[in-house]
């Protein structure tokens, strides 16, 4: 856990409102991956990042090697929005063991 | 999206017996993954593997630990003799290649009860 760094640990948003996540490296990290784990437990691949940002629908992540850092924005959020969301960087002798953050915790509240 | 199924989903089992889960990974998948992940909490590499072999294992991948998959079948995880300790969700992940080259697709996970 130490090697990816997530804030907030836990965050709580009314719904309609907007919010980002971030992810800080201590490693050397090419490549980022976001999930959501949803309240059942599954693993909803969100973002898979090289340097640059990527949109798709109410979500936007950015990553940024130089600085060792990763943003997750979440514009007008709902409900089915609430899990919790992952970051992962690729670290390992082999380079290719997937290394998580211990999440942020979303409640989004009506 | 591509899918990872994993079989059982759930496993109730005595401390001291042997379980197997099972993972079927994406079709053309090459590379193939375990993490443990406990109570909600942050989700723990355990073991990558490819070409039939183990490339890395972390500390949590104990000697009971072991993992194959024969003749491109099930990737299995099996843990014998099992321990208290093993109690939590086991996820299978696969991707198309190594290093930052490719996105890893996680299963449902598979709940292990030791008790």
């Known amino acids: 856990g130490d090697k990816v760094k997530q804030s907030p640990s836990a965050l709580s948003l009314q719904e309609g409102t907007n919010s980002a996540l971030r992810c800080n490296f201590s490693?050397?990290?090419?490549?980022v991956q976001w999930f959501l784990q949803n309240p059942r437990g599954s693993l909803i691949n969100l973002f898979y990042?090289?340097?640059g940002t990527k949109e798709n629908g109410r979500l936007k992540s950015a990553f940024d090697s130089k600085e060792s850092y990763s943003t997750l924005h979440i514009r007008d959020a709902q409900l089915e929005d609430s899990g919790t969301y992952f970051c992962?960087?690729?670290?390992?002798?082999?380079?290719?063991?997937?290394?998580f953050g211990i999440g942020t915790l979303l409640s989004v509240k009506p | 999206g591509p899918k990872v199924l994993q079989i059982p989903s759930h496993q109730i089992i005595d401390m001291g017996q042997m379980v197997t889960l099972n993972c079927d990974p994406v079709?053309?998948?090459?590379?193939f993954y375990w993490y443990k992940q406990i109570l909600g909490q942050q989700m723990e590499f355990l073991v990558n593997?490819?070409?039939?072999?183990?490339?890395?294992k972390s500390k949590l991948f104990k000697d009971q630990f072991s993992v194959e998959r024969p003749d491109g079948s099930y990737f299995t995880l099996k843990i014998q003799p099992t321990a208290l300790e093993d109690s939590a969700v086991y996820f299978c992940?696969?991707?198309?290649?190594?290093?930052?080259?490719?996105?890893?697709?996680f299963g449902e996970g598979s709940r292990l009860i030791v008790v």
């Open positions: 079709s053309n998948h090459l590379y």
């Open positions: 992940a696969s991707s198309l290649g190594r290093r930052s080259g490719n996105t890893l697709y």
């Open positions: 992962a960087v690729f670290y390992g002798s082999s380079g290719n063991k997937l290394i």
């Open positions: 593997f490819y070409n039939g072999k183990v490339m890395e």
């Open positions: 990042l090289v340097p």
């Open positions: 490693i050397a990290a090419t490549t």
